[in-house]
């Protein structure tokens, strides 16, 4: 192993304690592979494992279901892992280190070690028992009237907060798709966005655009400011220039 | 209203575009309502609305579906909107900025006016034609070889960004010593660009600016790209305005 990949952390372990639906489990494998985490446990499924309404909820992601482990307890399931995390929305009456799931990742980044993030049942969330084997509780700030998050949900914030602290390829990391600007180009050089102005500016000449006569610094200031704003690229002012040309051509075709 | 909250930025409005399932515009509204969003609008949903499936998924969000309004175009939908912003995660053949939700968020929370964020249907995404009526395009980065994202994830992530960001009280100071913004009128309501990007139609329409007809589509969509990017304000658009009326006033006169 070199020694940049050797900085990079593991993906974190998502377990689910004692999930009920298997559609459910599906979407969270859903949710786990579109920011790049694969290793899904499963302790006491419901319904047993594997679950056939699992496949289809999981809209492609069946590698994630394939791989999936089961365990009879929550012990087992995180017995390889340095850092266990507990997500859960309640306030619980036990003391441990709070942290947002920005500071999770964060946290996950920097530790050496697996690193294992349980959710609890879609109707209960986790017991007292399961919170008691993490060393730290991740809770999603949420709207305090309304804080109900699916199961799903609740990975995929996990999940995502995860991938934006992975470390870019260049930095030994994993490369998500990250978005571009490639497709935008520059804004032109000044002289072809003086062409426009001075385009427009003759056509305004000529039809009486520029009154009173005492007004036309200030006139000519706002216009400029207003053509400057967008920052144009050369492609898109020669299609301006094109338009005018048009309503130019207009005005020449109707008078002759 | 008090200068403290005169600086918080209104909650963004989500506006779903020809949603298929009434059971995702219910899970898109329970997660809206997870990070404090209230106002959602549809536009033409496919199986018409009140949908009866939306309620159950959404599962005690009801004040959002109750309070959801219904649009025939998504042009109606934004009209009232200063800042459009296109999710969508494909590349497109469109050259607008691109941003992460949390570039997005905190644009959101900087800017004045009305922010409108659009999701596509949940089989194709946004057409073309709809993302040209944004200004800015939101893409989450993700795992480029499993980049599916159902609606209601979508819609989390970015409410869940948008929340992230919220000044608190205690933080109504820190906005109030950024007396640069308020030097920048924000961009006028969609509407106001449209009465723009419609009177420069009709001109070129007569001036047979628009050939071959073929084309005409792109030409349309490639002219409101460059015509939205500014984000010029309305005192800007007036004055836009009185230069078309200025050149097609010339026309009159010399054919008169």
Not at 198 to 213: I, K, N, T, V, W
Not at 221 to 237: C, D, F, I, M, N
Not at 248 to 253: D, I, Q
Request: proline fraction near 8%; glycine fraction near 8%.
């Amino acid at each position: 192993m070199s020694a940049r990949s050797a900085r990079v952390s593991k993906p974190p372990v998502i377990v689910l304690v004692r999930p009920q639906l298997g559609e459910n489990i599906g979407k969270a494998a859903r949710a786990m592979l579109n920011f790049g985490l694969v290793e899904l446990r499963l302790v006491a499924p419901r319904d047993g494992w594997p679950n056939p309404s699992a496949g289809p909820a999981a809209s492609g992601a069946d590698i994630v279901l394939e791989k999936a482990q089961v365990f009879e307890s929550v012990a087992d399931a995180v017995a390889d892992c340095a850092h266990v995390y507990a997500t859960t929305v309640r306030k619980r009456g036990i003391t441990k280190p709070v942290v947002t799931p920005e500071q999770a990742s964060r946290d996950i980044h920097a530790e050496e070690g697996r690193s294992a993030i349980l959710f609890g049942p879609e109707r209960s969330g986790l017991e007292t028992d399961d919170v008691a084997l993490a060393r730290t509780i991740v809770t999603v700030p949420i709207n305090p009237e309304f804080g109900s998050l699916n199961l799903a949900q609740a990975v995929i914030l996990v999940a995502y907060e995860w991938s934006k602290h992975v470390p870019s390829v260049a930095e030994g990391g994993m490369a998500l798709s990250q978005p571009t600007q490639e497709e935008l180009a520059p804004p032109a050089p000044q002289d072809e966005l003086d062409g426009l102005i001075g385009q427009l500016d003759a056509m305004l000449e000529d039809s009486g655009y520029y009154f009173p006569p005492d007004r036309v610094p200030s006139t000519r200031r706002t216009l400029r400011t207003v053509l400057t704003k967008a920052g144009w690229s050369s492609q898109e002012l020669r299609t301006l220039r094109g338009v005018l040309s048009a309503l130019e051509g207009r005005k020449r075709h109707r008078i002759s």
